[in-house]
C-alpha cells in the first residue's frame, strides 16, 4: 500500500469537512431524508443515499441538507426519500432506483419541479398522478 502524502491528507481533510458541514448545515436550501428502517436498508436505502450523495459530491453542492430516518410506514414502497425545498410542502418519492435518484434530484432539488411519476405525496396529501 503507497504511503500518503501530505496531499492526499488535504484531500482527505477537505472532503471530511464538506461532509460535516452537510450534517450540519442550518441554512440549506433543500433536505433530503432518506427513509433508512430495516425495511428500507432491505429494499437498497443504502444504495439510494449513496445515490444522493455522489450527486452532491460530483456537483459540489453544500447547501443542500443530506440525512436518513427511521421507518416511514409504507415497507411495500421502499425505498423511499422525502425532499424539501424551503417554502413548498415536503414530497415523499417512493420505489427509488439510483436512476430515478439521478432525475429528482436534477428536477426537483435543483429545479424545482416535482417529479410526478415518482411521488407518492405532497405535504400530507397523496398524490393523483
Same mark, same amino acid.
Given at each position: 500500500?503507497?504511503?500518503?502524502?501530505?496531499?492526499?491528507?488535504?484531500?482527505?481533510?477537505?472532503?471530511?469537512?464538506?461532509?460535516?458541514?452537510?450534517?450540519?448545515?442550518?441554512?440549506?436550501?433543500?433536505?433530503?431524508?432518506?427513509?433508512?428502517?430495516?425495511?428500507?436498508?432491505?429494499?437498497?436505502?443504502?444504495?439510494?443515499?449513496?445515490?444522493?450523495?455522489?450527486?452532491?459530491?460530483?456537483?459540489?453542492?453544500?447547501?443542500?441538507?443530506?440525512?436518513?430516518?427511521?421507518?416511514?410506514?409504507?415497507?411495500?414502497?421502499?425505498?423511499?426519500?422525502?425532499?424539501?425545498?424551503?417554502?413548498?410542502?415536503? !414530497?415523499?418519492? !417512493?420505489?427509488?432506483?439510483?436512476?430515478? !435518484?439521478?432525475?429528482?434530484?436534477?428536477?426537483?432539488?435543483?429545479?424545482?419541479?416535482? !417529479?410526478?411519476?415518482?411521488?407518492?405525496?405532497?405535504?400530507?396529501?397523496?398524490?393523483?398522478?
Amino acid at each position: 500500500m503507497p504511503k500518503l502524502t501530505i496531499e492526499d491528507l488535504e484531500k482527505l481533510r477537505e472532503r471530511a469537512k464538506k461532509q460535516t458541514f452537510l450534517r450540519e448545515a442550518t441554512d440549506y436550501r433543500a433536505k433530503i431524508t432518506v427513509h433508512m428502517g430495516t425495511c428500507g436498508i432491505a429494499a437498497g436505502a443504502r444504495e439510494i443515499m449513496n445515490a444522493f450523495l455522489k450527486e452532491l459530491q460530483e456537483r459540489d453542492i453544500t447547501d443542500v441538507l443530506l440525512t436518513n430516518s427511521g421507518c416511514a410506514g409504507l415497507c411495500s414502497r421502499e425505498p423511499m426519500a422525502t425532499i424539501e425545498i424551503k417554502g413548498q410542502a415536503p !414530497v415523499k418519492y !417512493v420505489d427509488l432506483t439510483p436512476e430515478k !435518484v439521478k432525475e429528482i434530484f436534477e428536477k426537483h432539488v435543483l429545479g424545482g419541479e416535482i !417529479v410526478k411519476n415518482y411521488a407518492l405525496g405532497i405535504g400530507s396529501e397523496k398524490t393523483d398522478y
